[in-house]
């Protein structure tokens, strides 16, 4: 099986769908379709069960699945190596983050690595979904969320005490709650991945048992503009309440944890000279926020 046989099967793999492989890789449905069906041909091997609900893999198929995904990671392993001795300024940097951190300081880094290196193209991808650096999905993540694999570089380059806070509209309706009052009589906004983790919610330690939960937003962003539009009170790190002027409500109360910030990148592509611009661009938007 050589690499190009090996993307389609990895594909229809991870997928399931032909439509889904085909989306993936660039090229028609029918193209993988033939790929696969010349690939099994070849091996004299049926590595797929076509079914209703899409292709699934048979006991070769999985047995082939162990041997490719070696050959992927060789692959990539291949391409990392040879980018890292990359010197030149130009080319596509892909960098992933959230929309919160896009907007604040990702695009200005963008717009400062322009000015200095119109040849280094950044493609950003600002989503809840957390890409990978060791496939080569994303060159450089900026996450709140340190990573365990020991082939990633990560460095710290922001950490921001998290607070209540609430816009001046909200307060001149409804007041400042009561600390220990349980958020009674108060409309409240919250992370809604939080709502599926935690038991015992919390808002700076305080549980929400007599607060009304109005807002439950997919990413720190919605959380924000909800908070800023007066829909409720909310928990967001210090450094952005007080960048969007709201209200900080019990400043002498933070959540246990704070909010950090991680510049992450593969060991084999923090050298490469495109990479490095993109980096300290990054590393400069956020010097200064706290750390």
Not at 150 to 156: E, H, K, M, S
Request: charged share 25%; glycine share 6%; proline share 4%.
């Amino acid at each position: 099986m050589n690499w190009d046989d090996a993307r389609v099967f990895l594909a229809v793999c991870r997928e399931s769908t032909l439509r889904g492989a085909a989306r993936v890789l660039g090229v028609d449905q029918a193209t993988v379709g033939r790929r696969i069906n010349a690939l099994e041909k070849s091996l004299s091997a049926t590595l797929f069960l076509r079914t209703s609900e899409g292709y699934a893999l048979t006991a070769v198929g999985e047995a082939a699945l162990l041997s490719v995904e070696k050959m992927e990671r060789s692959a990539l392993d291949l391409e990392r190596q040879i980018q890292g001795l990359d010197d030149r300024l130009t080319g596509t940097v892909r960098v992933s983050t959230t929309d919160s951190l896009a907007i604040d300081f990702l695009i200005p880094a963008i717009a400062c690595l322009h000015d200095k290196h119109p040849d280094v193209r950044v493609q950003l991808d600002a989503s809840t979904q957390i890409l990978s650096l060791a496939k080569r999905e994303a060159d450089i993540a900026v996450r709140n969320t340190r990573p365990d694999n020991p082939d990633l570089i990560a460095r710290r380059i922001a950490r921001w005490p998290v607070g209540l806070f609430a816009s001046q509209a909200y307060i001149d309706r409804h007041g400042v709650p009561e600390p220990g009052s349980l958020f009674e009589g108060h409309d409240l906004v919250v992370y809604q991945p939080y709502l599926q983790t935690q038991k015992d919610l919390t808002l700076v330690s305080e549980p929400l048992g007599r607060g009304r939960i109005v807002a439950a937003l997919s990413s720190s962003l919605l959380v924000r503009r909800s908070i800023a539009a007066g829909i409720g009170i909310g928990e967001i790190p210090v450094y952005t309440g007080e960048l969007d002027g709201l209200v900080r409500l019990w400043p002498e109360r933070t959540r246990p944890l704070p909010y950090d910030v991680w510049l992450v990148t593969h060991a084999d592509l923090r050298h490469t000279a495109r990479v490095r611009v993109v980096i300290d661009e990054i590393v400069a938007a956020f010097a200064g926020t706290g750390e």
